[in-house]
């Protein structure tokens, strides 16, 4: 089973970021088919990728994740765009986090901490809170300049965040589906 643990948005925050990728896309003067946008009822922010799960694992994954979190709620601003990797052709256009982002790491590492004790292997790079806009199935060294000249500087969205879903994803040729299996609350005081 696929699975991933992510932060949701909030209905105002999804229209904003569809708002900036409609804007975004008609500076690129819809030239650039070879970018592959997020829709906007799948915006999520990624905390923890698991990748395939075998299914007898994954109930000790939910009720690791589904544990309640001592850490309060907080808000969430996305703003300004930006580009993976850093260098060479891009493959990811995303919204940075300012607000909120520290916040974020403390809880991406009280939910890896949680998974990897049940040993199973994650992907061993520093987590970067961004949102994901779109992908380039093909790109050149220019679209990253095209694309970060076309974002603009700003609050884009804020949202309040108050749990993490672990997500059970299923893809097709029609796209992803997203069923949510637990939830970890923010509860501390």
Not at 62 to 90: C, K, S, W
Not at 116 to 128: G, K, P, Q, Y
Request: net charge positive; glycine share 6%; proline share 3%.
């Amino acid at each position: 089973m696929r699975l991933f643990v992510a932060v949701d948005l909030s209905d105002e925050a999804r229209q904003a970021v569809a708002a900036e990728q409609k804007r975004i896309a008609e500076a690129l003067d819809k030239s650039d088919r070879s970018l592959k946008w997020v829709k906007p009822d799948h915006a999520h922010l990624t905390l923890v990728f698991l990748g395939e799960v075998d299914d007898q694992r994954v109930p000790a994954v939910i009720a690791a994740v589904g544990r309640d979190v001592d850490q309060t709620a907080f808000d969430m601003v996305l703003d300004g765009v930006g580009v993976f990797p850093p260098h060479r052709a891009p493959r990811v256009l995303w919204l940075g986090v300012t607000d909120g982002a520290d916040r974020l790491i403390d809880l991406q590492r009280d939910l890896t901490s949680r998974i990897t004790a049940l040993d199973l292997r994650l992907e061993d790079r520093v987590f970067h809170p961004h949102l994901t806009l779109a992908r380039w199935k093909e790109s050149r060294i220019s679209d990253r300049e095209r694309a970060l000249s076309a974002g603009r500087r700003g609050v884009i969205a804020r949202t309040r965040i108050a749990c993490a879903t672990l997500y059970q994803s299923r893809l097709s040729a029609a796209g992803a589906a997203y069923t949510a299996l637990a939830r970890a609350n923010l509860t501390g005081g």
